[in-house]
């Protein structure tokens, strides 16, 4: 089994900085690109930006230049470092990961996803 864990998330006032993990664990043979994404209340999930396992990111733009993804490969985490967060960040934040598992056949390809970590901004 695979299994995507997020933390870090909780209070911080605008214009602060919060950094949130995400840990892939179990029976994993690679891991492809990773991504955060954002659900703010009452609206659907949106992606904030990707980052590729040699480390290639590309954001949406309502991210650009303010939230960084980066990752960590011996530990099999991705993060998102959150820099002057705005109310509106308010929200569930959610990582998923491209993960190969090993069989006989060859890797097995799918997409998973953590359990999502809340995020409140204080104004």
């Known amino acids: 089994q695979v299994q995507l864990v997020e933390s870090g998330g909780g209070l911080v006032q605008a214009g602060g900085s919060l950094r949130l993990s995400c840990t892939a664990s179990?029976?994993?043979?690679?891991?492809?690109?990773m991504g955060w994404y954002q659900q703010a209340p009452g609206k659907q999930r949106e992606l904030v930006g990707t980052?590729?396992?040699?480390?290639?990111?590309n954001y949406a733009d309502s991210w650009k230049g303010r939230f960084t993804i980066s990752r960590d490969n011996a530990k099999n985490t991705v993060y998102l470092q959150m820099n002057s967060p705005k109310p509106e960040d308010t929200a569930v934040y959610y990582c998923?990961?491209?993960?190969?598992?090993?069989?006989?056949?060859?890797?097995?390809?799918?997409?998973?996803w953590g359990q999502g970590t809340q995020v409140t901004v204080s104004s």
């Open positions: 980052i590729t396992s040699t480390g290639s990111t």
């Open positions: 179990g029976t994993i043979f690679r891991i492809g690109a």
């Open positions: 998923s990961a491209e993960i190969g598992r090993a069989t006989g056949y060859g890797p097995e390809w799918k997409t998973y």
